[in-house]
């Protein structure tokens, strides 16, 4: 159970997530909308200066954590051939059936990672806000 994947695999989801939002408030800040007045709208995002480096080290980051992430369920299917997990799949791995110990204790993770989805969460109407407003010329 020491280095079994399927234990922190919603971790493994939630820092993908979290990288995403990053680029969700990047977008934000570095995107252009223009309203006309005949009820088109344009959209446009700009890579210059501080922004295009930093969207180019967050595209470093998310390609180095899907890599290490496929490379940790390669090596939990080899350490673990009964339990493997399937790199892309339709259904969930929390649907798995396994005894009630590891259940129970996929349960309190899963408990753990609500509660740090919310904390992310909290702040992304004031990011949406803000584009929109920036975007009206607020």
Known sequence: MKNDMRITYPLWQLGAIAILMVFVVL?????????????????????EGELGIVWGVISLIFVVYLVLFIWSIIMHNNRMPQHKIQIFSWKPQEYMEDDELFQDLRNEQRKKSILILFGQFH?????????VLKGLGW
Not at 123 to 131: L, R
């Open 123 to 131: 702040y992304w109407p004031v990011y949406v806000s803000h584009s």
């Open 27 to 47: 977008i934000s800040y570095s995107a252009d909308f223009t309203i006309y007045s005949n009820g088109g709208f344009e959209f446009a995002i700009s890579f």
